[in-house]
């Protein structure tokens, strides 16, 4: 008999995918969006430049080489580009990343999927011919760019709310009938 080739899932909170996010958040300006902040301390891009480049980090960031789960330190020249001034950038990246690194932040996104999710999104990987998948979790209900790129997928917290909801979006995602 031969063995089976070894496969592996991780699912985790990207650094660098719920920053743009973060970013996005604030550049919309929303009361009920987090981060709201009153009086707009950083400097953002022009919205007109700013849409666009967001997209195009996401979709770097997702298809990168390096995994898009890399601490966000070894990444953050790229999303200096986002704003008008290195003040801006510093205060915004502070504030992400004191929020982020605490339990309600990264920690509380990765584990807000459960152990009977995680067996679900196993389930779904078992099926597939991959032998590395990736799913990357999203505190906010919004894909900036692509959901899928070869061995990362994306799911926001909203899409695993209810479990067949999650099977089926992952499902669609990878292409699985």
């Keep these: ?3 089976e080739k070894e ?15 973060f970013v ?3 550049a919309k300006q929303e009361k009920h969006r987090f981060p709201y902040m009153p009086g707009n301390p950083w400097k953002l891009r022009e919205k007109a430049v700013l849409q666009p480049l967001l997209q195009q980090l996401w979709n770097e ?6 995994s898009p789960s890399l601490s966000l330190y070894h990444q953050k020249e790229k999303f200096r580009l986002l704003f008008q001034d290195e003040n ?3 205060g915004c990246l502070d504030a992400f990343l004191s929020w982020w690194g605490s339990m309600t932040g990264s920690m509380a996104v990765e584990r807000f999927i459960g152990q009977d999710g995680f067996n679900s999104l196993y389930t779904i990987f078992r099926i597939t011919d991959k032998e590395i998948l990736t799913i990357h979790l999203l505190y906010e209900n919004a894909i900036l760019g692509r959901p899928v790129v070869k061995d990362q997928l994306v799911l926001t917290l909203r899409e695993t709310f209810v479990q067949e909801e999650m099977i089926t979006t992952m499902k669609d995602r990878l292409g699985i009938n």
């Design 1 to 3: 008999m031969k063995p």
């Design 7 to 21: 496969r592996l899932l991780t699912v985790d909170a990207s650094d660098p995918l719920n920053f743009l996010l």
């Design 24 to 26: 996005h958040n604030y």
């Design 61 to 66: 960031s997702l298809s990168s080489t390096t």
């Design 88 to 90: 801006s950038f510093e």
